[in-house]
């Protein structure tokens, strides 16, 4: 089965500072990928989704991520991050046309005013 | 449009106490439905996912287990709760076929074993 790697556990930044959250996953054929976002106190909401075409996905509030096929990578970034980002991120990946999602252990983001 | 449910919000159950948690699903027709739960660094862990009623697959041998009775309504359960059952659980559904398999999250059950 296809595993997920988030390496970074928690990450702080400041207001302003650009944002790129690492994930790398395995599996060897072709893969649909997510990340996902939960705000304190709030659902698992999706906020950007990889299926095929141009591998950078743009997403709500002003992030995008980058697939590199070559690397198993899909990390996420944002220029520019916001006190309202502080959260749980969470890469995830399934086989094409396969609904067995893998998740990664999350990112914790905490953006400091 | 659809909507996914669970309950109860949040459970404080003694040792050795049995569970049933309650996830259903509405506007939409022979979802995929997956449990979850999701323990502080360790990310969201597969424990049950359902492709149609009476058709359950485990992915962690433990001490619960997974129904499906109806189209849109999955259950966990265990006769026994362990402390380490402690967590938070996620149940989640998909689009059965289709391109679109993006999973959408219920807001989860807080359960406190004591």
């Known amino acids: 089965a296809q595993s997920v790697s988030q390496h970074n556990h928690h990450v702080i930044l400041s207001e302003a500072a650009s944002l790129e959250l690492g994930c790398n996953y395995s599996?060897?054929?072709?893969?649909?990928l997510f990340w996902y976002v939960q705000y304190p106190g709030q659902h698992l909401q999706l906020l950007l989704k990889y299926f095929s075409g141009d591998p950078l996905v743009k997403g709500i509030k002003g992030f995008e991520a980058e697939f590199i096929k070559s690397k198993f990578s899909f990390n996420l970034r944002k220029p520019s991050v916001q006190w309202s980002d502080t959260a749980e991120y969470f890469c995830?990946?399934?086989?094409?046309?396969?609904?067995?999602?893998?998740f990664g252990a999350g990112t914790r983001l905490t953006v400091k005013p | 449009s659809q909507t996914i449910h669970q309950w109860p919000a949040t459970l404080v159950q003694p040792v050795g106490s049995p569970l049933s948690l309650e996830c259903t699903v509405e506007?939409?027709?022979?979802?995929?439905l997956y449990w979850y739960r999701q323990a502080a660094g360790r990310g969201l862990q597969l424990l049950f996912y359902s492709v149609g009623i009476g058709q359950i697959s485990s992915e962690v041998p433990q001490n619960l287990s997974a129904s499906r009775p109806q189209d849109r309504q999955f259950i966990l359960s265990s006769k026994k709760l362990l402390l380490s059952d402690s967590g938070f659980y996620l149940c989640?559904?998909?689009?059965?076929?289709?391109?679109?398999?993006?999973?959408?999250f219920g807001p989860g059950t807080r359960l406190t074993v004591l």
């Open positions: 599996y060897g054929g072709t893969v649909n």
């Open positions: 506007g939409t027709s022979n979802p995929n």
């Open positions: 989640a559904w998909t689009e059965a076929s289709g391109f679109l398999n993006e999973q959408f």
């Open positions: 995830a990946v399934t086989p094409y046309n396969n609904n067995d999602m893998r």
